[in-house]
């Protein structure tokens, strides 16, 4: 077991930051007196089961069955093409990209980059559990968003330079998570990427401090607000 691996202290408020990867879900959280951990498991069912007051996911909510959601387009407006563009309720009906992307073309529709097609899995994932009751508490952010608003409006480096990931490290720092270079030396075996646990804080932070979004208040088929929260 993982040295900081811990649940928040019953009663006490806390912040959850998930974020996806390879083997399933990496998760962060900060309480109201600074106290903070991480967890991580294959599905998301145990890790939202955490007692917290707001929680804030890197992976769509709220999909449109064509076109871009408008959310995504103000997103990668302000910070590029770390924003996917077409995430849509029907993506993981398809056998393959070229299949979901010859549907999409023929009826005059874009298509999905390999990055989006690559996390249909999880997007469907989120899809499954999420209502509009449980938006009130769960919503979607975006890392590079949340960095870029913590860094002033300002474009940092790339994620994976080093001078990027120090400069991602450094804000997590200065907003409580006073352990993240420890936990980054404990995540080996584990399967979680150095940037998911990063990305994972970073909404973690989003859920405690975030009041600002970008989107024009769309709502998709089922009732969920499609909006990206920084």
């Known amino acids: 077991?993982?040295?900081?691996?811990?649940?928040?202290?019953?009663?006490?408020?806390?912040?959850?930051g998930l974020d996806g990867f390879r083997f399933g879900w990496v998760a962060a959280w900060i309480d109201e007196r600074g106290d903070h951990g991480f967890d991580y498991a294959p599905g998301l069912t145990r890790l939202l089961?955490?007692?917290?007051?707001?929680?804030?996911?890197?992976?769509?909510?709220?999909l449109k069955m064509e076109g871009y959601r408008v959310c995504d387009v103000r997103a990668r407006e302000l910070i590029g093409p770390a924003v996917f563009l077409g995430a849509r309720r029907n993506l993981w009906t398809f056998p393959d990209m070229a299949?979901?992307?010859?549907?999409?073309?023929?009826?005059?529709?874009?298509?999905?980059?390999?990055?989006?097609?690559?996390?249909?899995?999880?997007?469907?994932e989120v899809d499954d559990v999420m209502t509009p009751q449980r938006q009130a508490m769960i919503g979607e952010a975006?890392?590079?968003?949340?960095?870029?608003n913590l860094a002033g409006t300002k474009k940092l480096d790339r994620k994976t330079s080093a001078a990027g990931r120090e400069q991602r490290i450094e804000l997590l720092e200065k907003r409580g998570f006073a352990?993240?270079?420890?936990w980054l030396t404990q995540r080996h075996g584990t399967g979680i990427g150095r940037d998911d646990l990063i990305d994972a804080c970073a909404c973690a932070v989003a859920a405690r401090d975030s009041t600002r979004h970008v989107g024009d208040d769309e709502i998709d088929p089922r009732g969920l607000r499609m909006e990206i929260n920084y």
Do not use: C
Request: hydrophobic fraction near 35%; aromatic fraction near 8%.
């Open 99 to 124: 299949a979901a992307n010859e549907h999409y073309w023929q009826r005059n529709d874009k298509g999905v980059s390999s990055q989006l097609w690559n996390i249909r899995d999880k997007i469907r």
């Open 142 to 148: 975006h890392p590079e968003l949340i960095f870029w």
């Open 49 to 62: 089961a955490m007692p917290h007051k707001r929680a804030m996911i890197d992976m769509p909510i709220g």
């Open 1 to 16: 077991m993982l040295e900081d691996l811990q649940q928040t202290e019953e009663g006490m408020p806390s912040y959850l």
């Open 179 to 182: 352990k993240i270079r420890k």
